[in-house]
Nanobody, 126 residues
Framework: QVQLVETGGGLVQAGDSLRLSCVWSGRTLGRYTVAWFRQAPGKEREFVAGFFRGGSSTLYKDSVKGRFTISRDSAKNTMYLQMNNLKAEDTAVYYC???????????????????WGQGTQVTVSS
């Protein structure tokens, strides 16, 4: 089993930055696909950024390109999401997710992931 724990959320103003962290335990995730998703009230959970199969590809949602950066430190079993120039529309609960078997075309589909953290709230005031 894989356990994921997110931290780093908070209340910020538009234009500010936050860094989210996701610490995993239970298994080595070297070849897993790991990703960040978010869910705003009343909306579907949506893909934000991710590493496919340990980093063979790095993907971003179009609206966060140039503002968000995903990274990982395998020695610390941690994945990060650096979020700069935050906007009100970035307000959501942010989740990290992992899966060992999904295919490339499913990276952006939340239903394809087996393991999830509990989420961390990010609120951006305008």
């Amino acid at each position: 089993q894989v356990q994921l724990v997110e931290t780093g959320g908070g209340l910020v103003q538009a234009g500010d930055s936050l860094r989210l962290s996701c610490v995993w335990s239970g298994r080595t995730l070297g070849r897993y696909t790991v990703a960040w998703f978010r869910q705003a009230p009343g909306k579907e959970r949506e893909f934000v950024a991710g590493f496919f199969r340990g980093g063979s590809s790095t993907l971003y949602k179009d609206s966060v390109k140039g503002r968000f950066t995903i990274s990982r430190d395998s020695a610390k079993n941690t994945m990060y999401l650096q979020m700069n120039n935050l906007k009100a529309e970035d307000t959501a609960v942010y989740y990290c997710a992992a899966d060992s078997t999904l295919i490339y075309s499913s990276v952006g589909q939340h239903t394809a992931y087996d393991y999830w953290g509990q989420g961390t709230q990010v609120t951006v005031s305008s």
